[in-house]
């Protein structure tokens, strides 16, 4: 299973890409679930994905499961998962504070 994580379901640059990566990535077979705060799904464009809260998030990873994010700062959060593989399929446009947050000894990412 993928989850991918997200700030907010609100209207702001990632959140459609995320979405859509999560449709597509189901739709070839990988299930892939979004996790938003509090599970909130954005309604201001179609999508498919299955949506779930960060506590639900928390209780369903598994070792086998992928955390996927593309906000730096929810690199926390995923390092906190149970995920056996973690991945950011992109960073923001702010190099040097994305570099921070993934710094020497933090590497539970791949950039």
Sequence with gaps: MYYYLLPSAGVYG??????????????SGHPCVV????????????????TIDREE????????DTGLLSWPPDALVVRM?????????????????DRRVFAEGRRECVA
């Design 57 to 64: 998030l928390q209780q369903r990873c598994r070792r086998e």
């Design 81 to 97: 998962l149970a995920a056996g593989r973690r991945f950011v399929p992109m960073l923001g446009a702010n190099a040097g504070a």
């Design 14 to 27: 990632g959140v459609k890409k995320a979405y859509n990566a999560a449709d597509l990535l189901t739709a």
């Design 35 to 50: 996790a938003t705060p509090e599970g909130e799904c954005p309604t201001w464009f179609p999508n498919e994905a299955a």
